[in-house]
């Protein structure tokens, strides 16, 4: 259980870090769609080369899936570009706690009325408090980012 658990924090690092790195493409760019767009065709070009390399293993066209299966690469555009719309004012940590919130929340969502094929699980009361706990981390974070601002004003 450890190496998943290490391997879903890494994967929260590497959210952290893309999004700083994108927050300073953007800074050239001015424009959070066509950061958006430069992330997402280095993400093809890197995935392609694997592909190619075979690094991915077997494999096969998904030709019997659901259209909605298909609906990853636009969510995940949706959250770079509102990433990028949202932690210039927030900051990162704030960013990324209310993102984190957000998917705790969608993920409730998607248990509870079990969505686009999950099994139906309740949301249980220390479901509900950890989200709660969450939220309250959302909020300091964004008032000490907003203090430290009129501080340095």
């Not at 686009?116 to 309250?136: H, S, V």
């Amino acid at each position: 259980m450890l190496p998943i658990i290490l391997g879903a924090l890494g994967a929260g690092f590497g959210l952290s870090l893309g999004l700083v790195i994108n927050l300073r493409l953007n800074q050239h760019t001015r424009l959070p769609v066509l950061t958006s767009l430069i992330n997402f065709v280095g993400g093809l070009a890197i995935m392609a080369l694997l592909a190619a390399l075979g690094v991915l293993g077997p494999g096969r066209l998904p030709i019997d899936a659901p259209v909605w299966a298909f609906l990853g690469g636009v969510v995940g555009a949706a959250y770079v570009t509102l990433t990028l719309l949202t932690a210039g004012a927030l900051g990162v940590a704030a960013s990324t706690a209310a993102v984190t919130l957000g998917q705790i929340a969608g993920a409730r969502l998607i248990d509870a009325f079990g969505l686009l094929g999950q099994p139906a699980r309740p949301i249980t009361l220390p479901a509900l408090l950890g989200a709660a706990l969450l939220l309250a981390a959302v909020i300091l974070l964004a008032r000490e980012r907003a203090s430290s601002e009129h501080e340095n004003a």
